[in-house]
């Protein structure tokens, strides 16, 4: 058996990493305020439909669903989907728990599975990991200020600078508001119907369903084409230009770098005004580290109040990939033990398994070795594993003094068990 296609087993040492990258991330969410959710893995069908948008590759294409059948004459039979993104749910769970009469803005992050039936490669799977945020809450709460956005992106600009991951280019654009888009989406129309026979198969189809997918079309040959379209920055009111512009002035004063792109559109359906991609020129085809934007109509979408919002999505996954071609964190990742305890002799088990224990207890990361081992066994396994061996025979049982080899420098010490874990600790 194996894992399915698109799926993977995340083993140690480079779980070691993973875990890294969501300590500080939790670490830099905690400074700016942010507090978890944890939404369920699977929700109902429509809850994505009528978000992410029946006309996105997502919801058309990639989701996992299935017919939850009825195990009681009390239960109807419902369509489930497995999530493909985690904001549709948080603001679902926003609605369904009345956040937003708190009056307060709500903070929010999450870290978890996303499934997508994706072609998979090198940095897309089809289940993959994010780590995202939203901030959302009645208008009265300052949820649609431009500050709002440029807050969330310092904030990446600055997780991204404590990971260590260098290089990444902000690409920033704004959509425009809902009237926006529908005054765009006509532009546009208008103009494809005219040359949508030149394009690629897919822009045909996405000019009738979703003409702005195709800002999307990677296809060389349909470049000069798409470049000559109208831009939606043209479309855009002098409401939504004005908060562009007031998130871009936040961005300029804190010195976040970051380049306009207006053909940044995105592929789900709930963006309003400001939307993001963070890329990374390490990561190939799949460069794009995270993306986000606005979501100012979402919760009233899917029945809830006025909840302006704004959040974001990165892929964990792309995050390790990133941080893997350097060197030195492969090496941290693969950290040893402090020390592996050798008892000497099977009879010696209780003794090492009651000084592991203490050691531990201690904050150290010890390894137990087993008395059926010969020494030279124990050193062996000792050296691929822990940076020391504590050889516990009857002689150190007794007299409390244990010796220890360092493999670093080769050097062999005896220590007295009470300063055993300040020597180790080192
Ligand atoms: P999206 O929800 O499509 O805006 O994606 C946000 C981020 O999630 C992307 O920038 C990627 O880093 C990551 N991501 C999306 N789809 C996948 C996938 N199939 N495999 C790995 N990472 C993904």
């Known amino acids: 058996m ?4 698109g ?5 140690p040492p480079e779980t070691e990493l993973w ?8 670490k830099v969410f905690a400074r700016y305020n942010f507090g978890e959710i944890r939404t369920p893995i699977f929700e109902d069908t429509s809850l994505f439909a009528r978000s992410v948008g029946e006309e996105t590759d997502i919801v058309s294409k990639e989701m996992y669903t299935w017919e939850d059948r009825a195990r009681a004459q009390s239960e109807k039979a419902q369509s489930l989907t497995l999530r493909p993104e985690n904001t549709a749910g948080v603001v679902r769970a926003y ?5 937003g009469e708190s009056g307060q803005l709500q903070k929010l992050y999450y870290i978890g599975p996303q ?12 289940q993959f990991w994010q780590i995202g945020a939203e901030v959302i809450g009645p208008p009265f709460a300052g949820s649609e200020s431009p500050l709002r956005d440029a807050e969330v992106l310092e904030m990446l600009a600055t997780l991204l600078d404590e990971l260590g991951i260098t290089g990444w280019k902000l690409e920033l654009n704004s959509v425009g508001s809902a009237a926006d888009r529908a005054r765009y989406n006509e532009a546009l129309r208008a103009v494809l119907d005219l040359v949508a026979p030149r394009l690629c198969q897919d822009c045909q189809r996405r000019a009738v369903t979703n003409p702005l997918r195709v800002l999307d079309c990677k296809v060389p040959e349909d470049q000069p084409i798409i470049e000559a379209l109208p831009k939606i920055t043209d479309s855009l009111d002098q409401e939504s230009m004005d908060h562009f512009a007031a998130v871009t002035a936040a961005l300029d004063a804190a010195g ?8 940044l559109v995105r592929g789900l359906d709930y963006y309003t005004r400001t939307t993001f991609e963070f890329t990374h020129g390490g990561l190939g085809a799949q460069n794009a580290l995270l993306g986000g934007g606005r979501y100012d109509g979402l919760s009233e979408a899917i029945g809830g109040p006025k909840a302006p919002g704004i959040g974001f999505a990165m892929g964990l996954d792309r995050l390790v990939l990133t941080l893997q071609a350097s060197d030195a964190d492969q090496k941290a990742a693969a950290r040893p033990a402090h020390a592996y305890i050798a008892p000497l002799g099977e009879n010696l088990n209780p003794a090492a398994l009651v000084l592991a224990r203490e050691l531990r207890r201690s904050g150290l990361s010890i390894e137990l070795g087993d008395g059926s081992f ?13 940076r020391r061996i504590v050889i516990l025979g009857e002689d150190e049982v007794q007299s409390g003094i244990l010796t220890v080899k360092d493999f670093a420098t080769g050097t062999q010490s005896k220590i007295p068990r009470a300063e055993l874990v300040s020597f180790l600790a080192e």
């Open 2 to 5: 194996k894992a399915v296609r």
């Open 374 to 386: 010969r020494l030279k066994k124990s050193f062996e396994a000792a050296d691929k594993v822990a």
């Open 115 to 126: 499934f997508r039936r994706e072609r998979p490669q090198k940095g897309r799977y089809r």
């Open 19 to 26: 875990n890294r990258i969501e300590a500080i991330a939790r």
């Open 95 to 99: 609605i369904e728990h009345k956040l």
């Open 7 to 11: 799926t993977r087993d995340l083993l």
């Open 256 to 263: 976040v770098p970051y380049q306009l792109n207006p053909r």
